[in-house]
């Protein structure tokens, strides 16, 4: 029970954390005129290293190992220009071009692009619970964009594609990795392709000004690298060793929720209930891709006798 608690508390405050990392991005793009393409590659390089010196300082030389093998850093390439890169940047696009709350929804429109990867990659038909699940994301999506109004968009069309776009980065982040997670340390591997991935901002960073920051600013850019990403990765992380998968996926919906109330709390964001509710279908797709399936697949059995039965 003790470690159960413990993985609740690591797992809540890891949500917490990067929903309130989304706020305060918002608060950076659109208080200050913060490039989104700045604030990513400080991001991904500053979190990138400060990854691999946890790890290094714990493995040591180990920390090498994973660009031993030609397969696995080509796979580790591969991971931080097709998944860290996108998934990070297209996020802070949508919050930049929308706001906090409706771009971390969307992108909770990951397990969806996984269900129809996964069932034209397997050439099998999806499972009831996988077609219910596609049904509510868009219904979610619908409700979230247009705020059940047919004939206009709540979000703007850039900010509805990079959310959507950031489901799809999300879900190339959660395939491409399985087999080096298998292999190497998870702090290793993230760390090493934020770290990569970040290349792709040098001009950005380096080449033009400053932002112009005041203090709120230069914190929020502190948490964002180091509560938002470095913290929040860590409790996640550690939350894995007491609670399974699933639980912690239905538990990430704290991200979405804490940046919703932050957002229209202290920046004003419109949000309305039509939009929560959409908000609310999308979210329930991660509960029923936790459900444990022998238990689905036993309750469709059940279904199945009692027709045979009739």
Same mark, same amino acid.
């Given at each position: 029970?003790?470690?159960?608690?413990?993985?609740?508390?690591?797992?809540?405050?890891?949500?917490?954390?990067?929903?309130?990392?989304?706020?305060?991005?918002?608060?950076?793009?659109?208080?200050?005129?913060?490039?989104?393409?700045?604030?990513?590659?400080?991001?991904?390089?500053?979190?990138?290293?400060?990854?691999?010196?946890?790890?290094?300082?714990?493995?040591?030389?180990?920390?090498?190992?994973?660009?031993?093998?030609?397969?696995?850093?080509?796979?580790?390439?591969?991971?931080?220009?097709?998944?860290?890169?996108?998934?990070?940047?297209?996020?802070?696009?949508?919050?930049?071009?929308?706001?906090?709350?409706?771009?971390?929804?969307?992108?909770?429109?990951?397990?969806?692009?996984?269900?129809?990867?996964?069932?034209?990659?397997?050439?099998?038909?999806?499972?009831?619970?996988?077609? %219910?699940?596609? /049904? =509510?994301? #868009?219904?979610? $999506? +619908? &409700?979230?964009?247009?705020?059940?109004?047919?004939?206009?968009?709540?979000?703007?069309?850039?900010?509805?594609?990079?959310?959507?776009?950031?489901?799809?980065?999300?879900?190339?982040?959660?395939?491409?990795?399985?087999?080096?997670?298998?292999?190497?340390?998870?702090?290793?591997?993230?760390?090493?392709?934020?770290?990569?991935?970040?290349?792709?901002?040098?001009?950005?960073?380096?080449?033009?000004?400053?932002?112009?920051?005041?203090?709120?600013?230069?914190?929020?850019?502190?948490?964002?690298?180091?509560?938002?990403?470095m913290f929040a990765y860590l409790f996640y992380i550690s939350s894995l060793r007491d609670l399974s998968?699933?639980?912690?996926?239905?538990?990430?919906?704290?991200?979405?929720?804490?940046?919703?109330?932050?957002?229209?709390?202290?920046?004003?964001?419109?949000?309305?209930?039509?939009?929560? %509710?959409?908000? /609310? =279908?999308? #979210?329930?797709? $991660? +509960? &029923?891709?936790?459900?444990?399936?022998?238990?689905?697949?036993?309750?469709?059995?059940?279904?199945?006798?009692?027709?045979?039965?009739?």
């Amino acid at each position: 029970m003790k470690n159960k608690k413990r993985g609740l508390f690591f797992v809540i405050t890891g949500g917490i954390l990067w929903g309130a990392s989304g706020t305060s991005a918002e608060y950076l793009f659109s208080g200050l005129h913060v490039s989104p393409n700045w604030l990513v590659g400080i991001r991904l390089f500053s979190a990138g290293l400060l990854l691999l010196i946890w790890y290094g300082i714990t493995a040591g030389k180990s920390v090498f190992d994973i660009w031993k093998k030609k397969t696995s850093w080509v796979m580790l390439i591969l991971f931080a220009f097709l998944g860290v890169l996108p998934s990070q940047w297209t996020y802070f696009l949508a919050i930049n071009y929308g706001n906090a709350p409706t771009a971390t929804v969307l992108q909770f429109l990951g397990p969806l692009f996984i269900i129809v990867y996964l069932t034209v990659a397997n050439r099998e038909l999806p499972r009831r619970t996988d077609v %219910i699940s596609v /049904i =509510l994301a #868009l219904i979610g $999506t +619908f &409700l979230l964009v247009t705020n059940g109004n047919l004939n206009g968009l709540v979000l703007s069309p850039l900010a509805m594609f990079w959310g959507i776009m950031s489901g799809i980065a999300s879900a190339t982040y959660t395939l491409l990795p399985r087999g080096l997670l298998r292999e190497y340390d998870a702090r290793s591997v993230v760390g090493w392709a934020m770290l990569i991935s970040s290349f792709s901002f040098v001009g950005e960073v380096t080449n033009k000004p400053l932002p112009r920051l005041n203090l709120m600013g230069v914190l929020c850019i502190l948490f964002i690298i180091i509560f938002g990403t470095m913290f929040a990765y860590l409790f996640y992380i550690s939350s894995l060793r007491d609670l399974s998968p699933s639980t912690t996926s239905m538990l990430s919906s704290f991200e979405p929720l804490t940046a919703t109330i932050l957002s229209v709390t202290l920046l004003s964001t419109p949000f309305t209930l039509v939009q929560l %509710i959409g908000g /609310i =279908l999308i #979210l329930s797709t $991660t +509960f &029923l891709q936790a459900l444990p399936t022998k238990t689905i697949e036993h309750s469709e059995q059940e279904e199945v006798d009692d027709t045979e039965s009739e």
